[in-house]
């Protein structure tokens, strides 16, 4: 248990359907990140968010949209997905201005 | 930032101590080490990280040179269950957790 919680664990998803990715962190940080993680891959960063603010988007297409409506909550709309999106998405969190990040179990996602 | 190389994988016996190589030559004088390990399908876990000193906590040790070029994360004494791919990786101390780039890692598998 690291303190931060991503749900669901698994998400099977056609390319036409919406769906949203949760995560959760109750160690009282102020940055949180999304990853993605593809088979064979290193980690890729994806999006960073400080004190509810987006920092950083490394050029992540459109079709993934992330909301952080406060410091305890990060979430990941995904609308018209790619079967090559199908990857592990990873949520972390830290606390400013220290690097040590934390992460969440993932999401096990799959487009169909 | 600087880039890290680290062995593609390495075996290790059960019981024995697991000595983990990393080089950082190119690694700035602001930049700390950081290990994280990632077992199979779970998100990466922090486990240690140092600037120019020898660290150790409950769950490793990290030796760094006195040039600061590479460093060694040390199991002392490695369980099946320390099966993962470890990460070192070099990013300012006293930045947001978007400096961890985490590149290809080691793939330790740990045999009885």
């Known amino acids: 248990e690291t303190g931060v919680t991503q749900t669901p664990r698994h998400l099977v998803m056609g390319m036409t359907n919406k769906k949203s990715l949760k995560c959760e962190q109750h160690?009282?940080?102020?940055?949180m990140y999304w990853y993605k993680q593809s088979a064979k891959k290193p980690l890729e960063l994806m999006f960073v968010?400080?004190?509810?603010?987006?920092?950083e988007n490394n050029s992540v297409p459109s079709r993934f949209s992330p909301e952080c409506p406060n410091s305890s909550h990060l979430f990941l709309h995904l609308h018209t997905l790619q079967p090559e999106d199908s990857a592990l998405y990873l949520c972390?969190?830290?606390?400013?201005?220290?690097?040590?990040?934390?992460f969440g179990q993932g999401t096990r996602l799959t487009v169909v | 930032d600087a880039k890290t190389t680290q062995p593609p994988s390495m075996d290790c016996a059960e019981g024995r101590a697991a000595n983990l190589p990393c080089n950082h030559s190119?690694?700035?004088?602001?930049?700390?080490v950081y290990w994280y390990r990632q077992i199979h399908s779970q998100g990466p876990q922090y486990i240690i990280h140092?600037?120019?000193n020898n660290e150790t906590n409950e769950m490793a040790s990290l030796i760094i040179t006195e040039d600061r070029k590479s460093s060694t994360l040390i199991l002392p004494h490695a369980t099946l269950r320390d099966t993962a791919v470890y990460y070192c990786?070099?990013?300012?101390?006293?930045?947001?957790?978007?400096?961890?780039?985490f590149g290809g890692g080691t793939r330790v598998l740990v045999k009885p």
């Open positions: 972390a969190s830290s606390q400013p201005p220290n690097t040590e990040a934390f």
């Open positions: 160690l009282g940080h102020n940055a």
């Open positions: 968010y400080n004190f509810k603010e987006q920092t």
């Open positions: 190119t690694i700035s004088g602001n930049e700390y």
């Open positions: 140092g600037l120019k």
């Open positions: 990786i070099v990013a300012p101390r006293e930045a947001a957790g978007n400096k961890l780039t």
